[in-house]
Nanobody, 118 residues
Framework: QVQLVESGGGLVQAGGSLRLSCATS????????MGWYRQAPEKERELVAV???????NYTDSVKDRFTISRDNAKNTVYLQIHSLKPQDTAVYYC????????????WGQGTQVTVSS
Protein backbone atom coordinates (compact mmCIF):
# COMPACT_ATOMS: atom_id res chain seq x y z
CA GLN A 1 0.00 0.00 0.00
CA VAL A 2 1.38 3.34 -1.03
CA GLN A 3 1.91 5.77 1.78
CA LEU A 4 2.32 9.50 1.75
CA VAL A 5 3.09 10.57 5.30
CA GLU A 6 2.46 14.22 6.07
CA SER A 7 3.59 16.15 9.10
CA GLY A 8 4.11 19.69 10.31
CA GLY A 9 0.60 21.01 10.69
CA GLY A 10 -0.67 22.69 13.81
CA LEU A 11 -2.11 25.78 15.40
CA VAL A 12 -0.30 29.02 14.69
CA GLN A 13 -1.01 32.70 15.09
CA ALA A 14 -1.56 34.91 12.08
CA GLY A 15 1.75 36.08 10.70
CA GLY A 16 3.52 32.93 11.79
CA SER A 17 5.24 30.23 9.77
CA LEU A 18 5.02 26.49 9.32
CA ARG A 19 6.80 23.86 7.29
CA LEU A 20 4.80 20.89 6.10
CA SER A 21 6.56 17.69 5.07
CA CYS A 22 5.42 14.71 3.05
CA ALA A 23 7.51 11.58 2.75
CA THR A 24 6.99 8.58 0.54
CA SER A 25 8.94 5.71 -0.98
CA UNK A 26 11.67 6.21 -3.51
CA UNK A 27 9.78 4.06 -5.99
CA UNK A 28 7.04 6.67 -6.01
CA UNK A 29 9.02 9.82 -5.45
CA UNK A 30 11.45 9.47 -8.33
CA UNK A 31 8.63 9.46 -10.88
CA UNK A 32 6.15 11.79 -9.23
CA UNK A 33 5.08 15.34 -9.64
CA MET A 34 4.44 16.26 -6.03
CA GLY A 35 1.74 18.63 -4.98
CA TRP A 36 0.11 20.23 -1.99
CA TYR A 37 -3.62 20.80 -1.91
CA ARG A 38 -5.84 22.20 0.79
CA GLN A 39 -9.46 21.95 1.77
CA ALA A 40 -11.10 24.49 4.05
CA PRO A 41 -14.37 23.75 5.83
CA GLU A 42 -17.30 23.67 3.42
CA LYS A 43 -15.04 24.39 0.45
CA GLU A 44 -13.68 22.26 -2.35
CA ARG A 45 -10.15 20.97 -2.33
CA GLU A 46 -7.82 23.35 -4.17
CA LEU A 47 -4.34 23.10 -5.56
CA VAL A 48 -1.77 25.13 -3.60
CA ALA A 49 1.55 24.26 -5.22
CA VAL A 50 3.21 21.60 -7.35
CA UNK A 51 6.80 20.66 -8.09
CA UNK A 52 7.86 18.49 -10.99
CA UNK A 53 10.55 15.81 -11.02
CA UNK A 54 12.95 18.37 -12.46
CA UNK A 55 12.11 20.95 -9.81
CA UNK A 56 9.82 23.23 -11.75
CA UNK A 57 7.19 24.83 -9.53
CA ASN A 58 3.75 26.31 -9.88
CA TYR A 59 1.57 28.06 -7.30
CA THR A 60 -1.95 29.23 -6.98
CA ASP A 61 -2.03 33.03 -7.11
CA SER A 62 -3.20 33.55 -3.54
CA VAL A 63 -0.07 31.95 -2.06
CA LYS A 64 2.69 32.85 -4.50
CA ASP A 65 4.49 35.34 -2.26
CA ARG A 66 4.15 33.33 0.96
CA PHE A 67 4.45 29.62 0.13
CA THR A 68 7.47 27.75 -1.16
CA ILE A 69 7.38 24.16 -2.33
CA SER A 70 10.59 22.16 -2.51
CA ARG A 71 11.69 18.56 -2.77
CA ASP A 72 14.61 16.60 -1.36
CA ASN A 73 15.23 13.73 -3.72
CA ALA A 74 17.67 12.10 -1.30
CA LYS A 75 15.01 11.95 1.42
CA ASN A 76 12.02 11.28 -0.87
CA THR A 77 10.30 14.21 0.79
CA VAL A 78 8.45 17.26 -0.40
CA TYR A 79 8.09 20.37 1.73
CA LEU A 80 5.76 23.32 1.86
CA GLN A 81 7.20 26.31 3.67
CA ILE A 82 4.50 28.77 4.64
CA HIS A 83 5.17 32.31 5.82
CA SER A 84 2.88 35.15 6.88
CA LEU A 85 0.02 32.79 7.65
CA LYS A 86 -3.48 34.19 7.45
CA PRO A 87 -6.70 32.90 9.03
CA GLN A 88 -7.94 32.09 5.51
CA ASP A 89 -5.07 29.61 5.18
CA THR A 90 -6.84 27.42 7.74
CA ALA A 91 -7.49 24.08 6.07
CA VAL A 92 -6.51 20.46 5.90
CA TYR A 93 -3.43 20.26 3.70
CA TYR A 94 -3.01 17.17 1.55
CA CYS A 95 0.05 15.83 -0.20
CA UNK A 96 -0.33 14.34 -3.66
CA UNK A 97 1.96 12.22 -5.82
CA UNK A 98 1.04 11.99 -9.48
CA UNK A 99 2.60 10.50 -12.57
CA UNK A 100 1.33 9.90 -16.12
CA UNK A 101 4.50 8.47 -17.67
CA UNK A 102 6.37 6.13 -17.50
CA UNK A 103 4.13 4.94 -14.69
CA UNK A 104 0.59 5.97 -14.02
CA UNK A 105 -0.52 6.76 -10.46
CA UNK A 106 -2.29 9.37 -8.33
CA UNK A 107 -1.81 8.99 -4.58
CA TRP A 108 -2.95 11.08 -1.62
CA GLY A 109 -1.82 11.53 1.93
CA GLN A 110 -4.15 11.52 4.91
CA GLY A 111 -3.94 15.29 5.39
CA THR A 112 -2.55 17.53 8.08
CA GLN A 113 -4.55 20.27 9.78
CA VAL A 114 -3.32 23.85 9.69
CA THR A 115 -5.23 26.28 11.87
CA VAL A 116 -4.38 29.96 11.90
CA SER A 117 -5.75 32.08 14.72
CA SER A 118 -6.31 35.79 14.32
Amino acid sequence: QVQLVESGGGLVQAGGSLRLSCATSGAIFRFATMGWYRQAPEKERELVAVISRSGGTNYTDSVKDRFTISRDNAKNTVYLQIHSLKPQDTAVYYCNAKCDYPKRFDYWGQGTQVTVSS
